[in-house]
T-cell receptor, first 113, second 113 residues
């Protein structure tokens, strides 16, 4: 039973560029949440997708957008990258009806130069 | 808005010492409470969780936590730590009517052999 997978593992971009991160949820899960974990800090909630719609959003600007596909996988897009966007981006999956049980992926390390 | 604080940024212990990591949250309603662990180079893993019932919950690897509602606290304990417990520990809360998790800033635990 595959857990949550994310790609790529690492990514280096320059300021102003755009990036897309990908996540495949744990088998049987229908909900994907994205978090940003800056160095030395706890994860911060970006948004959550269920039934291909954004259900909740944290305090992140519109430069951060997402998508969920019919197979429940998800993408996180960040436009106009800033140096401060450098972080570990975590994906967590769950069942919408039991949203408390979140399983995390290994993350994508984004470095913005 | 919910918030989570963790008392210690970095804790250093010798093997066999007892551990207690403090966690306090700020939220007026009913919450679910979690402790996650992030071992070096690995993804976030759930240590234990509290939803309701017995305020003393037991998790994996000998960890336990006690929910004290009057103090808005959910402290993590382990009677005797091992070198393999070296990791970052995150406390998190999830409001009963919400979908997203709010994480604390984390406590880095270093166990000396």
């Amino acid at each position: 039973d595959a857990g949550v997978t994310q790609s790529p593992t690492h990514l280096i971009k320059t300021r102003g560029q755009q990036v897309t991160l990908r996540c495949s949820p744990k088998s049987g899960h229908d909900t994907v949440s994205w978090y940003q974990q800056a160095l030395g800090q706890g994860p911060q909630f970006i948004f959550q997708y269920y039934e291909e719609e954004e259900r909740q959003r944290g305090n992140f600007p519109d430069r951060f957008s997402g998508h969920q596909f019919p197979n429940y996988s998800s993408e996180l897009n960040v436009n106009a990258l800033l140096l401060g966007d450098s972080a570990l981006y975590l994906c967590a999956s769950s069942l919408f009806e039991s949203y408390n049980e979140q399983f995390f992926g290994p993350g994508t390390r984004l470095t913005v130069l | 808005a919910q918030s989570v604080s963790q008392h210690n940024h970095h804790v250093i212990l010798s093997e066999a010492a007892s551990l207690e990591l403090g966690c306090n949250y700020s939220y007026g309603g009913t919450v679910n409470l979690f402790w996650y662990v992030q071992y070096p180079g690995q993804h976030l893993q759930l240590l234990l969780k509290y939803f309701s019932g017995d305020p003393l919950v037991k998790g994996i690897k000998g960890f336990e936590a006690e929910f004290i509602k009057s103090k808005f606290s959910f402290n993590l304990r382990k009677p005797s730590v091992q070198w393999s417990d070296t990791a970052e520990y995150f406390c998190a809360v999830n409001a009963m009517n919400g979908q997203n998790f709010v994480f604390g800033p984390g406590t880095r635990l270093s166990v000396l052999p």
